[in-house]
């Protein structure tokens, strides 16, 4: 079973890049975990024809290879069009744009009864702020058929600004407008019963220092993943989810066979009971992205806190 964590920071790539082939076959950026090409709003509505009939060439032409290869479709007119594509087999999933417990049957009904790739829906609508609304949400997925497949939801952070007339300012993380709020209430609604969530895109390409405390802010908070929309971001933000030698031995001390219920370590109270969740990812996150040796992390400002 594929986990969110094996993203990384996936690359957001309009559909009609004239890289896309290569880097599907992971020949451009080699170290890439994952990409999405978005024909929803990364392209004008007058590019759709276009970037659907390139689309469809250049997945023909995917090889196997390691990275995980997802499109944004834009509406379910243009979903059902991409399914119908020879070589739609190539790729590992779809992302679903703008869901709510309204919509989301009129996407589920269009998949194959064959479908075997993964499905990550976007929260980014009205909908998104209502607590009630996203636990509808919530119900539907657990009793769907394609439960298991759902592999995660991701933030629109950007969407979710501009229903508020809104712009992240520069300097300062998204936890600092109310997007913050909707961002943990969206992980205590899902993840409790099994549904990850991603973190939404960091738009100031030169402000690597925001970049770095918003990841940190992400893991703090509950997410898993994050959007970049250049790829000079991915490894920014996946050196941020190396695991730290302090915390890769508390997790394999937990985890350990002869761990006893309750015990010390390294200052802290450890509890396998309560603590093993945490663990198992802390030891997938070190396979994925490694140990850092230093313990020294970033000074995160109070608007932060």
């Known amino acids: 079973m594929m986990s969110a964590w094996e993203l990384g920071a996936m690359l957001y790539v309009p559909a009609t890049h004239r890289a896309l082939e290569e880097i599907g076959n992971g020949r451009k950026y080699p170290s890439l975990k994952s990409v999405a090409f978005c024909t929803e709003d990364a392209i004008a509505e007058t590019d759709v024809p276009r970037a659907l009939d390139y689309l469809e060439a250049m997945i023909a032409q995917f090889e196997r290879v390691k990275i995980k290869r997802f499109v944004r479709v834009r509406n379910p007119t243009v979903f059902r069009t991409i399914l119908s594509f020879e070589g739609a087999e190539n790729l590992d999933g779809f992302i679903l744009p703008k869901i709510s417990d309204e919509n989301l049957d009129a996407y589920l009904q269009m998949l194959p009864s064959n479908f075997s790739g993964r499905i990550m829906l976007t929260l980014e609508t009205r909908a998104t702020f209502d607590v009630r609304r996203m636990i509808d949400l919530r119900e539907k997925l657990l009793s769907s058929r394609w439960r298991t497949q759902i592999l995660a939801l ?3 952070g950007n969407d979710l600004l501009n229903l508020l ?12 407008t109310p997007v913050g709020l909707i961002i943990h209430q969206l992980v205590t609604v899902f993840r409790p019963f099994g549904f990850d969530l991603s973190g939404p895109v960091f738009e100031y390409l030169e402000d690597e220092k925001t970049l770095v405390r918003e990841a940190r802010k992400d893991l703090a908070s509950g997410l898993v993943g994050k959007t970049a929309i250049h790829p000079k971001q991915v490894p920014i933000i996946e050196k941020q989810y190396a695991v730290s030698r302090r915390d890769f031995a508390a997790a394999e001390r937990i985890l350990s066979a002869g761990a006893t219920a309750i015990f010390r370590w390294d200052g802290a109270m450890c509890e396998p009971a309560t603590h093993r969740r945490w663990a198992e990812e802390i030891l997938l996150r070190s396979r994925l992205f490694g140990i850092r040796e230093s313990e020294r992390s970033f000074n995160v400002p109070a608007e932060d806190v």
């Not at 007339?165 to 600092?176: D, E, K, L, V």
């Open 154 to 156: 991701r933030i629109g």
């Open 165 to 176: 007339s809104m712009r992240r300012p520069r300097g300062r993380t998204i936890y600092t």
